[in-house]
């Protein structure tokens, strides 16, 4: 499982707190039922929950009331074949979810009232990965009852093409108040970080005094020392301008719509909309799989750019990046932004031709393997090494630090890689 707040026997971890502790028999129960009997019940309570009632446990705990409610809920997802598909006695809900929409709905309310919201989403995650379930967000009361992340978004995006008109509506409500959260989460920052960065990268030769940038200053002027009196006549001074309202800098973003690069695509297209509505920026989204959509006309908002995306399917990078090519009018002044796993299915050769001849202009090229919480997915080492042989070194990055990143970029300064990456 994918968590350490929720687990089965097949998983590798427990429910939170269990952490430590050497067996459900072992010597720091033994030794902390003879201090506390409450705490060592509480503890093998905690086992009891984590390895799931069977034979073998080796709890003899039983469950009643909220405990054996939740126990349920957890052996419905994580119980396996015979446990999913048979009543559990003791237990308030059965066993198994099966693919019926009213027992998802309740497996779905009692989860929001026994786990806190991040262990939801975990569970729903699950739940569609491992149970099938995906089709039953197709409708509507089910929509309605499931915790909305960028997961889920993602899976509904891949649905989107086979969702019904009754479905989509409530679909696109559920989109909304994802996008929107995150846009509160991330637009402050980002327009705070890029607007300094577009200013520091405005340079002037004759700034007021609080425009100075003394490192540059200093480092021009170095021929200018005078040593009798230990200081530097900075004959020629090197300041920030203040980005004005015309735009100063143009950054596209290529995004790859392939499955595995759900959550990557929803952020983008957050960014993307935040990006777009900073004067100073001129901003590019395009997506692509075998084929290039240029979806910059809808980046007002960004739930329409997301149901126009299609998750799935083959990958074209080169062919995404030749389009990119050719919409670049100031590649001094100009971002490209690849968010892919880069696992090409066109040219190689010419994917690294292009990228190598859009540098050679100009154009400062980054290329992020993900742009998601979770790190960097499985993606080809052999690109990603031949990118960085030609410096644009591939890695994954965070929303948080996207801003940072852009900055970076924008003033042509290194870039903030993560050591994990």
């Known amino acids: 499982m994918s968590t350490g707040a929720v687990s089965r026997p097949e998983g590798s971890t427990g429910l939170t707190g269990a952490a430590g502790v050497t067996g459900p028999t072992g010597a720091a129960d033994a030794g902390e039922a003879a201090a506390d009997p ?19 446990d080796g709890t003899g705990r039983a469950l009643s009331g909220r405990d054996a409610a939740m126990d349920g809920a957890l052996t419905a997802l994580y119980g396996n074949g015979e446990k999913r598909n048979k009543p559990q006695a003791g237990r308030e809900r059965s066993a198994g979810l099966g693919a019926s929409a009213p027992s998802v709905a309740r497996w779905l309310g009692d989860i929001r009232t026994y786990f806190p919201s991040s262990v939801v989403q975990v569970m729903q995650r699950d739940a569609i990965d491992r149970l099938g ?77 609080h425009d100075i940038d003394w490192n540059r200053t200093i ?41 595995s690069m759900a959550a990557s695509v929803v952020y983008a297209s957050v960014f993307g909309a935040v990006l777009a509505s900073m004067r100073s920026i001129d901003t590019r989204l395009v997506v692509f799989d075998t084929a290039v959509v240029d979806l910059t006309d809808q980046l007002e908002d960004p739930v329409d750019v997301l149901f126009g995306t299609q998750l799935g399917g083959g990958t074209d990078i080169n062919r995404a990046l030749a389009y990119c090519q050719s919409q670049i009018s100031r590649p001094a002044e100009t971002v490209v932004v690849l968010i892919s796993d880069l696992y090409e299915g066109g040219i190689r050769d010419e994917m690294l031709k292009r990228v190598a001849a859009m540098q050679a202009s100009g154009v400062r090229f980054v290329t992020l393997l993900a742009l998601s919480d979770e790190g960097a997915p499985a993606y080809d080492r052999e690109h990603a090494a031949a990118l960085a042989a030609l410096g644009a070194p591939a890695f994954a990055c965070t929303p948080d630090l996207f801003p940072e990143v852009m900055a970076a970029a924008i003033e042509k300064r290194p870039l903030p890689i993560p050591d994990a990456a």
């Open 219 to 259: 480092a021009a002027n170095l021929k200018n020392y005078l040593p009798e009196y230990g200081t530097v006549v900075p004959e020629r001074l090197i300041g920030y301008g203040r980005a004005s309202q015309s735009v100063k800098k143009e950054v596209v973003l290529c995004i790859d719509q392939s499955g």
């Open 133 to 209: 379930l995906a089709t039953l967000l197709l409708e509507p009361e089910m929509l309605e009852a499931v915790e909305a992340d960028v997961h889920l978004v993602g899976t509904l995006l891949s649905l989107n093409k086979a969702m019904p008109e009754t479905t989509k509506e409530t679909a696109r409500a559920v989109v909304r108040k994802v996008v929107e959260d995150l846009e509160k989460r991330l637009a402050t920052r980002t327009r705070a970080t890029l607007t300094g960065a577009l200013d520091r990268s405005a340079r002037i030769s004759r700034p007021r005094h």
């Open 38 to 56: 409450s705490a060592a019940d509480e503890r093998l309570r905690r086992w009891r929950l984590v390895l799931g009632g069977d034979a073998a």
